[in-house]
């Protein structure tokens, strides 16, 4: 049995979790949104006594894997619905800052143009800072691909590790040309 899969799932208080079995489809309410999920006919689920449980029905390598899977994205839907997923980035350089107008986040990254990006449904953007962007939002997968997604209009360079990177990403710095001999 898969060591993640065969972990219930506690329901906080404040979540409404429904799953309908004809259906295979899992929706989680909470307090920030409403997110479900469609999962495989070869894994059951089951919700009692505030709990949820994830079965599988062989022991087929595919199968196992769709077990954890399940899972987990069960458990960070419950998640993403209570408290939310968070990504934060840190832009590095002279020069190089951000601000929000409106839904919009306007860089300036050394091009000759600002980068302007809009904010997506479920996905809210803050600048703390200048040099500092919090993206949040229900979704793991779209909090994720979203900062991605930012991060690749100016990613670090590995000279001087200009550019926009993961708060804590370590950026391993290359040797520039050595001078004459």
């Known amino acids: 049995m898969s060591r993640i899969g065969r972990l219930p799932i506690h329901i906080p208080a404040g979540v409404d979790v429904t799953v309908d079995e004809a259906a295979r489809k899992v929706t989680v309410k909470g307090k920030n949104d409403e997110l479900s999920y469609v999962y495989d006919a070869r894994i059951t689920v089951e919700k009692e006594d505030g709990l949820i449980k994830v079965s599988r029905s062989s022991d087929d390598p595919k199968i196992r894997s769709l077990h954890g899977l399940t899972r987990t ?5 419950i998640k993403g619905v209570t408290d ?3 990504k934060k980035l840190e832009i590095q350089g002279v020069g190089y800052r951000a601000a929000k107008e409106g839904n919009k986040l306007v860089m300036n990254l050394g091009y000759s143009h600002q980068v302007v990006v809009e904010e997506i449904p479920g996905i809210t953007i803050e600048v703390p800072a200048p040099n500092a962007i ?4 229900p979704e793991k997968e779209k909090v994720g691909q979203f900062a991605a997604d930012v991060r690749a209009k100016r990613p670090p360079e590995p000279y001087k590790g200009k550019g926009i990177r993961y708060l ?5 710095l290359k040797e520039g040309k050595s001078g004459k001999k």
Request: cysteine-free; charged content about 20%.
């Open 73 to 77: 994205l069960i458990s960070n839907m």
């Open 84 to 86: 939310g997923f968070e």
């Open 134 to 137: 919090t993206i949040k939002g």
């Open 168 to 172: 804590g990403e370590v950026i391993i």
